[in-house]
């Protein structure tokens, strides 16, 4: 199986090969697309379209499917599903916001689909929530994910510390709780930056619950090595660092992602990753930032391909937060 990734202002026509994706910017018209596809409706910035659509596909016969929400799609060894969930429908108790039970249903309706379909390994996932920084009831809405989402990696025996997937968790100004998610039939390889703290290790100043994913993951589709990198942000340790200052803080993201690489290349199975092939989604909190960071990621990461979204960041003192693949042959 040949899995590969394609991002393109054109709306994509279906070929039948579509595993499924994304669409980031303004709000589609017309029919949705056939595939499983994530609407990260959000404002593009420095970009020439309203919208744009990312794409995996593959070369080998696709599965397709709808169960509890999930709308997936699955060739060989690999699955994507995307989930919606609306908080409404979640009313929670006492204890339980409605984000914390959604979240605990969306990642239990995640496992129960993965384990009866056979791709028990979670490699990837990309969460979007509301008004993420908001303080509800003495707890940001972030941790309240963050509990709802290691409670089902706990009741489903996922563990929460090593083995976990890659992932990053953004605001939109609204919308529902979605959830898209790439799984294999066999173990990602976790990744972590020996220059921050696992994030399933944060101490208890960052809530109840540790955010449940790794640095990066290194997967193996059939023939291929994907390296896929988590929402990576201005953290050392596990604090904050160039606290109101972006081009700081951008700098650190991508010295962030460069230990990244270096421990990808240290266990790699194919060619040397680099800053400058990997594929980059970058999300500012202030769109008034866009040619800060713009220029200085020119300069750090040359001609790398680079979709800019605004949208807020999971603690409310970073200004930006980036995120990256690169797809590699494996050699012989």
Do not use: K
């Not at 706990?154 to 529902?176: D, K």
């Not at 266990?267 to 713009?294: C, K, N, Q, W």
């Amino acid at each position: 199986m040949a899995l590969r990734f394609n991002s393109s202002a054109a709306v994509s026509r279906e070929t039948g090969d579509e595993l499924g994706g994304a669409i980031v910017g303004e709000a589609a018209s017309g029919a949705s697309a056939a595939w499983p596809q994530q609407r990260i409706f959000a404002s593009l910035l420095g970009a020439t379209s309203a919208a744009v659509n990312e794409t995996w596909f593959v070369n080998q016969a696709i599965t397709s499917g709808s169960e509890q929400g999930i709308a997936w799609r699955c060739a060989g060894d690999l699955l994507y599903g995307v989930l919606e969930l609306d908080e409404a429908d979640f009313p929670g108790s006492a204890d339980c916001s409605s984000l914390q039970a959604a979240s605990r249903e969306a990642y239990s309706r995640i496992f129960r689909l993965l384990d009866a379909r056979g791709f028990p390994n979670l490699w990837r996932v990309w969460n979007y929530l509301a008004a993420i920084n908001l303080e509800i009831r003495g707890l940001e809405r972030y941790r309240q994910f963050n509990v709802g989402r290691q409670d089902a990696f706990l009741e489903y025996r996922r563990g929460a510390a090593g083995n976990v997937p890659a992932a990053c968790a953004l605001g939109l100004a609204s919308g529902p709780l979605s959830i898209a998610f790439m799984a294999g039939r066999v173990p990602a390889v976790p990744l972590e930056n020996p220059r921050q703290v696992s994030a399933y290790n944060y101490p208890a100043d960052y809530g109840p619950r540790s955010p449940t994913f790794s640095r990066a993951a290194l997967a193996y589709p059939s023939g291929q090595e994907i390296l896929l990198i988590s929402g990576t942000a201005s953290i050392v340790g596990h604090r904050t660092v160039h606290l109101n200052d972006v081009a700081g803080q951008c700098r650190e993201c991508v010295a962030n992602i460069e230990a990244v690489l270096g421990e990808a290349n240290r266990l790699r199975r194919s060619a040397p990753f680099v800053l400058g092939e990997l594929s980059y989604r970058v999300y500012l909190r202030d769109a008034a930032d866009f040619r800060t960071i713009r220029e200085i990621l020119s300069r750090l990461l040359g001609p790398a391909e680079i979709c800019y979204v605004q949208a807020d960041i999971c603690r409310c003192d970073l200004l930006l937060e980036i995120e990256a693949h690169a797809l590699h042959l494996l050699e012989n």
